[in-house]
């Protein structure tokens, strides 16, 4: 079992940065592959970034990449996301998430889920 908790969200104007913490509980998180997700008001959730169980490996949703960091610091159990440039498109809640699977795009590969950060960021 994994609990995720996540922080660092807030109000920003565009063209700022956060970074977004996501601590887990328990001590198996470096088996973990992590992912971080978003859901806007009235869209579905989305894939933004992700990271393999050493760090080794990133992923990135295309309309993130080069503007948001996904890293992992095993021996803090949390996994953050630096995001860089924040457009008011980036509006949303932040999930961080949780699976065996490997690092993984799709939702349904997370076992567990955080219950949200909520970012805005104003024009």
């Known amino acids: 079992q994994v609990q995720l908790v996540e922080s660092g969200g807030g109000l920003v104007q565009a063209g700022g940065s956060l970074r977004l913490s996501c601590a887990a509980s328990g001590r198996t998180f470096s088996l973990y592959a992590m992912g971080w997700f978003r859901q806007a008001l009235g869209k579905e959730r989305e894939f933004v970034a992700a990271i393999t169980w050493n760090g080794g490996s990133t992923y990135y949703a295309g309309s993130v990449k080069g503007q948001f960091t996904i890293s992992r610091d095993n021996a803090k159990n949390t996994v953050y996301l630096q995001m860089n440039s924040l457009k008011p498109e980036d509006t949303a809640v932040y999930y961080c998430?949780?699976?065996?699977?490997?690092?993984?795009?799709?939702?349904?590969?997370?076992?567990?889920w955080g219950q949200g950060t909520q970012v805005t960021v104003s024009s």
């Open positions: 998430a949780a699976t065996m699977w490997g690092a993984a795009q799709a939702m349904g590969a997370y076992d567990y």
